[in-house]
T-cell receptor
Framework: QKEVEQDPGPLSVPEGAIVSLNCTYS??????FMWYRQYSRKGPELLMY????GNKEDGRFTAQVDKSSKYISLFIRDSQPSDSATYLC????????????FGGGTRVLVKP | NAGVTQTPKFQVLKTGQSMTLQCAQD?????MYWYRQDPGMGLRLIYY???????DKGEVPNGYNVSRLNKREFSLRLESAAPSQTSVYFC??????????????FGPGTRLTVL
């Protein structure tokens, strides 16, 4: 079983809809949680960074962490065609330095 | 400011051939990483270098070697390529190895096919 599970999608939504993405994990030592966006044929870029439990909002993006359930989410409001990409969750524990454990990624397609 | 650059962008090898993937960063970062990305597997860490002069194994190091040539450059070598090493390879760098808000910046990737 993978340490971090993520539905591969694809997830297809109409423009303006809310996109809901999530990951589950098994390692309770993870304390830092990240979401990366990866456009086709490009490298990942950091979108959101959350420490421990709680919510974090940045513009149209909201990241949620529920450590008791080992579950993290990313919501994209008012989705745009430019949000079409693969979204990767990643996490790390303090003991592992900066070594990230990634989910497999969810492909999102926002249709105009 | 180019960030993280990788060469080549594409490569096709035959089984048993060797090659070196090059990576350079111009952000004065101390730590550098090599990942591979396979469909549905996310990114998996091959090797990393906490600082100039040090390298350590990641999750999937078998079949690879690395060299931290200087602070800017970190190369990945395949001594005898195998079809299982067909993948997209990403180099990344960060200011340091540990700590909060220590973002890893990724290069554009090298697409490698081993026949």
């Amino acid at each position: 079983q993978k340490e971090v599970e993520q539905d591969p999608g694809p997830l297809s939504v109409p423009e303006g809809a809310i996109v809901s993405l999530n990951c589950t994990y098994s390692n309770s030592a993870f304390q830092y949680f990240m979401w990366y966006r990866q456009y086709s044929r490009k490298g990942p870029e950091l979108l959101m960074y959350t420490y421990s439990s709680g919510n974090k909002e940045d513009g149209r993006f909201t990241a949620q962490v529920d450590k008791s359930s080992k579950y993290i989410s990313l919501f994209i409001r008012d989705s745009q065609p430019s949000d079409s990409a693969t979204y990767l969750c990643a996490m790390k524990s303090p003991a592992a330095g900066n070594k990230l454990t990634f989910g497999g990624g969810t492909r999102v397609l926002v249709k105009p | 400011n180019a960030g993280v650059t990788q060469t080549p962008k594409f490569q096709v090898l035959k089984t048993g051939q060797s090659m070196t993937l090059q990576c350079a960063q111009d952000m004065n970062h101390n730590s550098m990483y090599w990942y591979r990305q396979d469909p549905g597997m996310g990114l998996r860490l091959i090797y990393y270098s906490a600082s100039e002069g040090t390298t350590d194994k990641g999750e999937v190091p078998n079949g690879y070697n690395v060299s931290r040539l200087n602070k800017r450059e970190f190369s990945l070598r395949l001594e005898s390529a195998a079809p299982s090493q067909t993948s997209v390879y990403f180099c990344a760098s960060s200011a340091r190895l540990a700590g909060l808000n220590n973002e890893q910046f990724f290069g554009p990737g090298t697409r490698l096919t081993v026949l």
